[in-house]
């Protein structure tokens, strides 16, 4: 084996080892989740020295001076100031949602006027209408990291795969028999997932335009997709107040996650992939053990439903939103409550970590988001303008962008 370069990936933190062995290249990624800038570095060092036989130890001032650069980035931004940057009105119709790519210089946006919009972050400037549904564009999403692909998923029954620099339309995905409800790619944009109001998931190859799976056994609409990071699973919501996970390449249902007494509104698997947490109308957030399917923990510090549940990047915490007009952000490994964030007025609906874990961001329906310290759990800002209620927002990768969306038919660019 032959050690052939060193790389960061900064979020969440980590090393990437890419080698030759018996003449093939081949990358390994050394995930260093639990990185603060207290950490001893020498003795994370000497660690990944002793597993990887491919790093000569010659190279480990190369890999402490890796690891301090590492803290140095994790350390950026945390005391950040956001100021608003660009109002873009782009629909004559409600948005119905947005997202963001990866580098935070487009958004997408799918509105209730049948179309979705890409927009120059920078310039404010609209650069392509993506036109062919025939029903509302209820849900989008970019092939991050790459961002060069779009895909929306629409009331009327089908997705649509896009050119984000040409509007060209790849595929129309069309199978579906119920409404399509949300559109995530996996990580190597290889595949997509497309969830319906028909009890159905479906995954599709993005190259062929073929269906891969039909993913039956939920016996309501599904609400959810969302692949694990090596994409080997897939996760699936459902109004039948159950989860299940699926295996990617079989298409098989592994996993059915039952405890959950109303209908689930969110969920998402940590970065590792091991855990899923779900939020519920119940008022419950859950924790789960991805490999057993069992329920680790139970939460009901809410008063009303929970309307939007997430984990950290590194994965040590994750966070739900609520109809209660709070967000609430837990330690992961005691499932201890660290932060009972106060201060909107009206619903909260979806609830962000940036990419450092050090900042949170909530959106609700009192027309504001604010950013939360998680250090002390203190209100940093209120960030107003929106005449009608938010309804999302996002953060680019490094978290030095976000958006919000509202009714308004507006989106709101801060940073």
């Not at 790849?170 to 595949?191: E, W």
């Amino acid at each position: 084996m032959r050690l052939e370069r060193l790389l960061l990936r900064h979020y969440p933190p980590g090393l990437v080892l890419q080698y030759t062995k018996h003449g093939e290249e081949r990358t390994k990624v050394i995930d260093l989740l639990r990185l603060t800038d207290g950490t001893d570095v020498d003795e994370v060092a000497d660690t990944i020295m002793a597993q990887e036989a491919v790093i000569p130890r010659r190279r480990k001032d190369m890999i402490v001076a890796l690891i301090r650069r590492l803290q140095e980035i994790i350390d950026l931004h945390t005391d950040r100031v956001f100021h608003l940057f660009k109002v873009l009105r782009l629909h004559q119709m409600f948005i119905a949602n947005a997202c963001i790519n990866k580098s935070g210089t487009r958004l997408a946006t799918g509105s209730y006027d049948h179309t979705c919009k890409i927009s120059d972050t920078m310039s404010g400037e609209e650069l392509v209408v993506l036109r062919g549904h025939k029903n509302v564009v209820y849900t989008v999403a970019f092939n991050n990291p790459f961002g060069d692909k779009v895909a929306t998923g629409s009331l009327d029954k089908t997705c649509k795969l896009w050119s984000v620099e040409t509007g060209q339309c790849f595929h129309t995905f069309r199978g579906h028999q119920g409404d399509i409800f949300q559109v995530r790619f996996n990580a190597m944009s290889t595949l997509l997932a497309t969830a319906s109001m028909d009890n159905t998931a479906k995954i599709w190859d993005i190259v062929t335009g073929e269906e891969v799976h039909t993913l039956a056994g939920h016996t309501s609409s599904v609400t959810h997709v969302e692949f694990n990071m090596a994409g080997t699973l897939l996760l699936t919501t459902s109004f039948d107040r159950t989860l299940a996970l699926w295996d990617v390449m079989t298409g098989r249902r592994v996993q059915q996650l039952v405890g959950h007494r109303e209908e689930i509104s969110s969920a998402a698997f940590n970065y590792s992939g091991d855990l899923v947490v779900s939020g519920s109308f119940d008022k419950a957030v859950m924790l789960w053990d991805v490999s057993t399917g069992q329920a680790l923990a139970s939460i009901r510090d809410h008063s009303d439903a929970v309307t939007h549940v997430g984990f950290s990047l590194s994965g040590n915490m994750f966070s739900s939103a609520s109809n209660d007009g709070t967000a609430r952000v837990y330690d992961t490994e005691t499932r201890k409550c660290l932060w009972t964030l106060s201060g909107h007025e009206r619903e909260v609906k979806q609830v962000l970590f940036n990419s450092q874990g050090t900042m949170a961001l909530t959106a609700s329906t009192d027309k504001t988001a604010r950013s939360w310290d998680l250090a002390t759990g203190k209100c940093m800002q209120v960030f107003e303008g929106h005449s009608d209620e938010i309804i999302g927002c996002g953060f680019n990768y490094d978290s030095t962008l976000f958006f919000t969306v509202s009714k308004d038919k507006t989106c709101r660019l801060w940073r």
